[in-house]
């Protein structure tokens, strides 16, 4: 199985924080470029955060710069989404999603990611 699997969603209060998982196999993770995106209730699928592998470059949307922080875990084959600072606008299903050729500019574009996982669901309350 090349698709990764998320993990770590859930319900938080506004002001809160949730650290979502991605975990991938060997195969998958081995990508050039990785990200996270969220899709909300009656909107398109947006991109949230993304980390090129070699050198670790990360890139956020405007919404979310400065709460939330993407990382990575080589060893582990695991990408991370730290979110603090909740807001009830963060309420989504969240996606991971792994491009393993070339072509990951601009990085936070859904269409450049081959492998994406099945999503978790975060939501946040006022």
């Known amino acids: 199985q090349v698709q990764p699997v998320e993990s770590g969603g859930g319900s938080v209060q506004a002001g809160g924080s949730l650290r979502l998982s991605c975990a991938a196999s060997?195969?998958?993770?081995?990508?050039?470029?990785m990200g996270w995106f969220r899709r909300a209730p009656g909107k398109e699928r947006e991109g949230v955060a993304a980390?090129?592998?070699?050198?670790?470059?990360?890139f956020y949307a405007d919404a979310v710069k400065g709460r939330f922080t993407i990382s990575q875990d080589n060893g582990k084959n695991t990408v991370y989404l730290q979110m603090n600072s909740l807001k009830p606008e963060d309420t989504a299903m969240y996606y991971c999603?792994?491009?393993?050729?070339?072509?990951?500019?601009?990085?936070?574009?859904?269409?450049?990611?081959?492998?994406w996982g099945q999503g978790t669901q975060v939501t946040v309350s006022s």
């Open positions: 999603a792994f491009r393993q050729n070339s072509g990951c500019w601009p990085p936070l574009d859904v269409g450049r990611y081959n492998f």
């Open positions: 060997e195969y998958t993770y081995r990508s050039y470029c």
């Open positions: 980390i090129f592998i070699d050198g670790g470059t990360s």
